[in-house]
């Protein structure tokens, strides 16, 4: 087993049960680390400190802190909060994503300036962002932690402007490797195979994704949260020591497939 007793993870994007973001947090608690659960705004407080509830490590329950990435200051203030309340974190997971609707659901040549802005800033920007904010804090080193999607390298139809989102953000963890390793900071992403979470039914045609997925992968399957749960716990721990800079996939073989 993974004792991950002792280590702080500051998560960020979960939203409810059925998200990938919660199966992480839920092996990172059952693991013993003790979670920081960020929601964006009064609105989700609730969801948010009930899920919390549920998420208990070696060092108590989850706490809850309300940080809207959209706004450095906000940033900043979760971060003076989290220090004062933790002293030092080790893992930060982001699992945040999000485009307009109009610019998944039509073709992509009509994606506007704007539609692409907010893609790229709450999908991409924000990982710097909250990295940058919570590196002085990873004083023992650590891992940060973002998941992406096959759309990233390849055209994935009603995928659209996120594809070229997560294919920045593929980039910016590349980057981030770069610039973080010398502090014993480890970045890396998962790219997960389609899951049928709240967030993933904005996507168009996602049963048609789910059935081809399943019919062309080596495993046959679609991939479930909690192995993708489980990947993240492993990229957190010391058994991935030497890993970063990586995309891992988590999807049941679909990448390998040439058709």
Do not use: F, Y
């Given at each position: 087993m993974i004792d991950m007793t002792g280590k702080v993870a500051v998560v960020f994007g979960l939203a409810n049960k059925r998200s990938i973001a919660y199966a992480i947090a839920q092996k990172l608690s059952e693991a013993g680390a003790t979670l920081a659960i960020c929601y964006q705004n009064e609105r989700l407080r609730r969801d948010a400190e009930e899920l919390a509830a549920g998420l208990e490590g070696a060092g108590g329950p989850a706490k809850t802190f309300m940080c809207d990435l959209s706004s450095d200051e906000q940033i900043d203030a979760t971060f003076v909060a989290i220090k004062e309340t933790y002293g030092t974190i080790h893992h930060l997971v982001h699992a945040v994503a999000f485009a307009p609707a109009e610019a998944i659901h039509n073709d992509f040549i009509e994606t506007s300036r704007e539609a692409f802005r907010i893609a790229h800033d709450v999908s991409v920007y924000t990982l710097v962002a909250v990295s940058r904010a919570a590196v002085p804090l990873m004083t023992e080193g650590g891992s940060i932690l973002t998941l992406t999607y096959y759309g990233a390298e390849k055209v994935v139809p009603k995928y659209n402007v996120m594809g070229v989102a997560k294919a920045a953000l593929e980039a910016t963890v590349r980057y981030l490797a770069s610039s973080l390793?010398?502090?014993?900071?480890?970045?890396?992403?998962?790219?997960?195979?389609?899951?049928?979470?709240?967030?993933?039914?904005?996507?168009?045609?996602?049963?048609?994704?789910?059935?081809?997925?399943?019919?062309?992968?080596?495993?046959?399957?679609?991939?479930?949260?909690?192995?993708?749960?489980?990947?993240a716990l492993f990229l957190a721990s010391p058994l991935a020591s030497g890993i970063t800079g990586e995309v891992m996939y988590v999807d049941c073989g679909y990448n390998i497939m040439g058709f």
């Open positions: 390793g010398t502090k014993g900071i480890r970045v890396n992403a998962i790219s997960a195979g389609p899951i049928k979470t709240l967030a993933a039914r904005g996507i168009g045609d996602l049963q048609k994704m789910l059935d081809s997925h399943a019919e062309r992968s080596p495993l046959h399957r679609n991939v479930e949260q909690s192995e993708v749960g489980g990947a």
